[in-house]
């Protein structure tokens, strides 16, 4: 569905990625790990089209998305969760979730907020409520939604345990899990959370200084401290 290869870019003239590639699946969960500053935000960002591709290829679904916008991505099936559950705060539930559908009909809308609410039963309990007013966790579901309301075929998530309490990290990993396998979305999700992360991805890449230092399949890894310790150096 998604496949990267040399990709290289950054931020004005200082280059963060070197020559990555990375592919994800049909209805897979793909985990990118590694330390801070390693360049896992900017991988996410180059593909919804925040950031411009200096040199390499993106395809999605056979088609090249190189120049395309982040609307024209989202038209195209690929919707982004962006680190730190960024809400409207000023904005209710809803509202928050109608601005997720801004390229869908009123009709469509209305159904997919229907169905969402469906999904995440406690964001109808407060779907009158100022996003800001919610909890951590439930601002991360509601992120999580408003990504959702487009149906993606990829989705985007960047550190959705940020700044949760351990119990509500097992209950948005939890919900990630069952967004995959009921809906069928395929899942690329940055996450320094690494052994849970490990734990509900079928594969994993971790990137270092910019590059792949490590792909293989997430059950491999789980166990072998002395390579998530050089992975994490």
Known sequence: MLEIKELETGYGKKQVLFGMHLEVCTSE???LIGPNGAGKSTVLKAVCGLLPLWKGEIRFNGDVIKGSNPARNVAKGITFAPQGSLVFADLTVKENLEIGGFQLSRNELKTRIVQIFKMFPVLKERARYDAGKLSGGEQQMLAL???LIPKPKLL???EPSLGLSPNLVKVVFEKIVEINREVGVSILIVE??????LDISKKVYSLKLGQIAYEGASESLKDDKTKLKHLFL
């Open 29 to 31: 969960i793909v985990a």
């Open 145 to 147: 939604a408003r990504a």
């Open 192 to 197: 320094q959370k690494v052994h849970e992360v």
């Open 156 to 158: 985007m998530l960047d």
